[in-house]
């Protein structure tokens, strides 16, 4: 699975962005898929997964009731909806695919990723 990531930009505190990231591959639809994102002089960390059937979504408590992941198998793409959005969400954020397949439910843990994308630049001003 290869991954392209796209949306990024720069938006004013309160401004929302939409991330998307494309694939290819024609196993996409049987991996859970995920968001990260990394700060200067952060680690990367977890902000939101979306199980491979599309029932099941988790967030991080950072962007939860702000952010919403969503997929369409049939675009092999992946979305990230961002709103609300503060300057504490500048980072980094890239789209990552499950190193299993048909797993039950999405982790949070980004060891359990294997297939990444370049990453796209998300800074919001205050």
């Known amino acids: 699975v290869q991954l392209q990531a796209s949306g990024g930009g720069l938006v004013q505190a309160g401004g929302s962005l939409r991330l998307s990231c494309a694939a290819s591959g024609r196993t996409f639809s049987t991996y859970a898929l995920g968001w990260f994102r990394q700060a200067p002089g952060k680690e990367r960390e977890f902000v939101a997964a979306?199980?491979?059937?599309?029932?099941?979504?988790y967030y991080a408590e950072a962007v939860k009731g702000r952010f919403t992941i969503s997929r369409d198998n049939a675009k092999n793409t992946v979305y990230l909806q961002s709103n609300s959005l503060k300057p504490e969400d500048t980072a980094v954020y890239y789209c990552a695919a499950d190193r299993m397949q048909l797993r039950g439910r999405p982790t949070t843990s980004l060891f359990e990723y294997k297939f990444w994308g370049q990453g796209t630049q998300v800074t919001v001003s205050s």
């Open positions: 979306i199980s491979w059937t599309g029932d099941s979504a």
